[in-house]
């Protein structure tokens, strides 16, 4: 670990945000410079936008989703970085220093950067499974394989509201990626067909299919002219599990667009 401000104590990393912010950042929609006076610019905009009513994904043209961004980033990093020659390789590129090398690859745990990118569920992210799984937000997360009563440390996939990962109560151990039917669609194309089945036995086939009726109602009160708020307490979730839920659905119903002579269908 570095101390706070010392960019000094991380000079490769620093060189890799360089390389990032002059290669690839002005290629990107949204891009807003890399010096102080592009810094004023767009604190100056935003001052305006704020004014005029407008987020700040408008101001800035954010079109890309967090998926977007790390496609076009794995795509920048396999077709264009690794074939640049480096001063460090003497001139070799990266792609090339790799081929010439007889040393075994190094891999990174899969789980290794979950303390750094996912957020905790809830505040300290301790749950306890029930017979219905692992509840975040008013939404029950399906575990197959940890018992009823083990108590879990739950962090949520920041890309994926229907996903979740349990680890051990102590967060050292990871022991399952649990996924909730409503939010994230298919099970067995999420979780591949035998993993589907045993979550369908333990809780039942009428748990996991489920129709999506809180969708529809969130869809219908939103039409309607509701705040992100208001339908929480409809639906009885948290706010941040409405958000995480628009987030998550396809062609999301502009606030107010429901036409005033439909019938009511939800209380």
Same mark, same amino acid.
């Given at each position: 670990?570095? *101390?706070?401000?010392?960019?000094?104590?991380?000079?490769?990393?620093?060189?890799?945000?360089?390389?990032?912010?002059?290669?690839?950042? @002005?290629?990107?929609?949204?891009?807003?410079?890399? *010096?102080?006076?592009? &810094?004023?610019?767009?604190?100056?905009?935003?001052?305006?936008?704020? =004014?005029?009513?407008?987020?700040?994904?408008?101001?800035?043209?954010?079109?890309?989703?967090?998926?977007?961004?790390?496609?076009?980033?794995?795509?920048? %990093?396999?077709?264009?970085?690794?074939?640049?020659?480096?001063?460090?390789?003497?001139?070799?590129?990266?792609?090339?220093?790799?081929?010439?090398?007889? &040393?075994?690859?190094?891999?990174?745990?899969? =789980? %290794?950067?979950?303390?750094?990118?996912?957020?905790?569920?809830?505040? !300290?992210?301790? =749950?306890?499974?029930?017979?219905?799984?692992? &509840?975040?937000? #008013?939404?029950?997360?399906?575990?197959?394989?940890?018992?009823? #009563?083990?108590?879990?440390?739950?962090?949520?996939?920041?890309?994926?509201?229907? =996903?979740?990962? +349990?680890?051990?109560?102590?967060? +050292?151990?990871?022991?399952?990626?649990?996924?909730?039917?409503?939010?994230?669609?298919?099970?067995?194309?999420?979780?591949?067909?035998?993993?589907?089945?045993?979550?369908? &036995?333990?809780?039942? @086939?009428?748990?996991?299919?489920? @129709?999506?009726?809180?969708?529809?109602?969130?869809?219908?009160?939103? *039409? *309607? #002219?509701?705040?992100?708020? !208001?339908?929480?307490?409809?639906? #009885?979730?948290?706010?941040?599990?409405?958000?995480?839920?628009?987030?998550?659905?396809?062609?999301? /119903?502009?606030?107010?667009?429901? !036409? /005033?002579?439909?019938?009511?269908?939800?209380?």
């Amino acid at each position: 670990m570095t *101390s706070p401000y010392s960019p000094q104590q991380k000079g490769h990393v620093e060189r890799v945000i360089k390389t990032f912010q002059h290669d690839l950042g @002005p290629l990107l929609p949204g891009f807003v410079g890399h *010096s102080v006076a592009d &810094r004023k610019a767009i604190e100056d905009r935003k001052s305006f936008a704020q =004014r005029l009513g407008e987020s700040e994904a408008e101001t800035f043209g954010v079109s890309l989703t967090g998926l977007d961004l790390q496609k076009r980033i794995d795509d920048w %990093a396999a077709t264009i970085y690794q074939h640049k020659p480096h001063e460090g390789l003497q001139g070799v590129t990266p792609f090339n220093a790799a081929l010439a090398s007889d &040393r075994p690859v190094r891999k990174v745990d899969a =789980r %290794a950067l979950d303390l750094l990118l996912m957020p905790v569920a809830g505040q !300290d992210g301790q =749950r306890t499974v029930t017979k219905l799984g692992i &509840r975040v937000d #008013g939404y029950h997360y399906l575990a197959a394989t940890i018992m009823v #009563g083990t108590a879990v440390f739950v962090r949520m996939d920041p890309n994926d509201a229907g =996903r979740a990962y +349990a680890f051990a109560h102590d967060g +050292a151990e990871f022991l399952e990626e649990v996924v909730c039917p409503e939010l994230s669609g298919k099970l067995a194309d999420e979780l591949g067909f035998e993993a589907a089945e045993k979550l369908s &036995r333990r809780f039942g @086939p009428d748990y996991i299919s489920v @129709p999506l009726v809180r969708e529809l109602r969130a869809r219908h009160y939103r *039409s *309607s #002219g509701m705040s992100n708020a !208001d339908i929480a307490r409809k639906l #009885g979730l948290s706010e941040s599990a409405v958000n995480r839920l628009f987030q998550r659905m396809a062609n999301v /119903p502009v606030k107010g667009s429901g !036409d /005033p002579r439909q019938l009511k269908l939800f209380g």
